[in-house]
């Protein structure tokens, strides 16, 4: 099954709103993800590649988007995934975004019970290992050094993605070389069996009042994983809930309920500027641009 006319009337859209305004992707691709998306064939999947104005090859990232989805509703890339695709192409990095909805027939899925979803995390880290195996056979590329970071629901998947016990990994698909997790929900991986082995730096940004993605599961999967000498870090910003790095300040969002309560999502200049500076030390730690 195929949902063509969804993604196409959105890239339609969003490709004359570029027209109209400065747009920073610089080319739209395609590739595979892994997942056989209800049908025999691999799912073909969009992606907008950012390219650092350095010559030659260039250390990637890829970029996941959260649950609303990778196009806002004008079908503009949202601006969280710009600001930080020019973060990072200053930093001499190409930054690939996938979209994973669209080409599933969805175009957000913040509001539907997350039992209920027709996305799962699974088609998440499917997508990213996919967005490896493209990424690498790029000739402006540097093959092996692929980075990530996510976002919410995409920031859950920059954590799997460093899994070890991930049957794509186990099956000795190339990995990633480090990777971000932004406000990330961390209950499913912490009581996943078998435990959460990373194998690769892993670097969670969480806010102290998130009331959607709680930091506190995060924590512990992070004192876990040190405990066992795995390399991963976690940051939690105070008085920050979840969305922190956005521009617009907190609101309350009714349409979406956690624990019986809607929960609060918005901007925290303080902890938008210390994640950002945050994102620059680990990723030249890790993951060199040059």
């Known amino acids: ?33 892994l997942d056989r998306w209800q049908g025999p064939e691999r799912l073909v999947l969009d992606g907008y590649l950012y390219k650092p104005e350095t010559q030659g090859r260039f250390v990637a990232l890829v970029m996941f988007h959260g649950c609303a989805g990778a196009l806002g509703k004008n079908g503009a890339i949202t601006q969280r995934f710009r600001d930080t695709a020019k973060l990072l192409n200053g930093m001499g990095y190409g930054v690939l975004l996938v979209d ?18 027709a996305i799962q995390e699974e088609h998440r880290w499917l997508d ?35 899994n070890a016990e991930l049957p794509v990994k186990k099956q000795g698909a190339p990995g990633f070389a480090a990777a971000i997790a932004m406000y990330p929900g961390c209950a499913s991986t912490l009581a996943a069996r078998p435990d959460y082995v990373a194998y690769a730096p892993l670097l969670i940004l969480a806010g102290e009042l998130d009331d959607w993605t709680p930091a506190r599961y995060c924590q512990k999967l992070a004192e876990r994983s040190k405990e066992r000498g795995q390399p991963v870090d976690i940051e939690i910003y105070p008085e920050a809930y979840h ?34 500076a945050r994102i620059r030390e680990f990723f030249a730690r890790h993951l060199p641009a040059q």
């Open 1 to 33: 099954m195929t949902y063509a006319k969804p993604w196409r009337l959105a890239t339609a859209v969003a490709l004359a709103w570029c027209l109209a305004l400065p747009c920073l992707a610089q080319e739209k691709v395609q590739f595979t993800s």
């Open 100 to 117: 994973s909805f669209n080409p599933r027939g969805e175009r957000q899925i913040c509001t539907v019970n997350p039992k209920a979803r």
């Open 128 to 162: 990213a290992y996919g967005a490896i195996e493209y990424l690498n056979t790029r000739a402006d590329v540097v093959p092996g050094k692929i980075g990530a970071i996510g976002f919410s629901h995409g920031g859950t998947a920059a954590v799997q993605v460093m």
């Open 243 to 276: 969305g922190f790095d956005e521009l617009s300040p907190v609101k309350l969002r009714e349409d979406v309920v956690r624990s019986g309560k809607p929960v609060h999502v918005g901007g925290n200049p303080a902890a938008r500027v210390a994640a950002h």
